[in-house]
T-cell receptor, first 111, second 115 residues
Framework: GQQVMQIPQYQHVQEGEDFTTYCNSS?????IQWYKQRPGGHPVFLIQLVKSGEVKKQKRLTFQFGEAKKNSSLHITATQTTDVGTYFCAGQPGAGNMLTFGGGTRLMVKP | GAGVSQSPSNKVTEKGKDVELRCDPI?????LYWYRQSLGQGLEFLIYFQGNSAPDKSGLPSDRFSAERTGGSVSTLTIQRTQQEDSAVYLC?????????????FGDGTRLSIL
């Protein structure tokens, strides 16, 4: 079955440093979604990427979808303590297929 | 309601007891999903419903787990003869339908603790 892997599993950064999490799928995806889960909270949808090579930005967050539509990344510029949480990618192979979530990357930011 | 509602928020029970977890999705959302999240871990897919039918039950860990959805709205996840390894947060999510490109909206989850 489809597998979605995320690295790193954990990341500690100093406030102001950049952060990147990487997502890799064993199969080609029709789209990829990113979610953020704050400590003690539930996952919240951030964004969806559909097109090969697509890049989307949300303020300090930059999301990329690979040319082969099998990998994606989330980059945060100049992290803040409010960025703390676990970031999950979730891939969908095609219409009618289930989203498969990656294991998540837990980001910790030291003030 | 405005979002996905789950109850109870916390449940502590003794090993061997049955538990029932409830999910009330966003009004009008036809797709409903159940996940399990152990402490510090990712999301483990359990089951999803499109309307009242469950096309994919592949994630249910054992025959002690069952779920139903009636009226295309509220869903219940039942765990019979609970075991300590069932302790986790059970998350429910809904989306307008189960097709392509549908973001999922999550509830706050039920934290289940088996003593």
């Amino acid at each position: 079955g489809q597998q979605v892997m995320q690295i790193p599993q954990y990341q500690h950064v100093q406030e102001g440093e950049d952060f990147t999490t990487y997502c890799n799928s064993s199969t080609t995806l029709s789209n990829i979604q990113w979610y953020k889960q704050r400590p003690g909270g539930h996952p919240v949808f951030l964004i969806q990427l559909v097109k090969s090579g697509e890049v989307k930005k949300q303020k300090r967050l930059t999301f990329q979808f690979g040319e082969a539509k099998k990998n994606s990344s989330l980059h945060i510029t100049a992290t803040q303590t409010t960025d703390v949480g676990t970031y999950f990618c979730a891939g969908q192979p095609g219409a009618g297929n289930m989203l498969t979530f990656g294991g998540g990357t837990r980001l910790m930011v030291k003030p | 309601g405005a979002g996905v509602s789950q109850s109870p928020s916390n449940k502590v029970t003794e090993k061997g007891k049955d538990v029932e977890l409830r999910c009330d999705p966003i009004s009008g959302h036809t797709a409903l999903y159940w996940y399990r999240q152990s402490l510090g871990q990712g999301l483990e897919f359990l089951i999803y419903f499109q309307g009242n039918s469950a096309p994919d039950k592949s994630g249910l860990p054992s025959d002690r787990f069952s779920a139903e959805r009636t009226g295309g709205s509220v869903s219940t996840l039942t765990i019979q003869r609970t075991q300590q390894e069932d302790s986790a947060v059970y998350l429910c999510a809904s989306s307008p339908y189960s097709g392509d490109n549908q973001p999922q909206h999550f509830g706050d989850g039920t934290r289940l603790s088996i003593l």
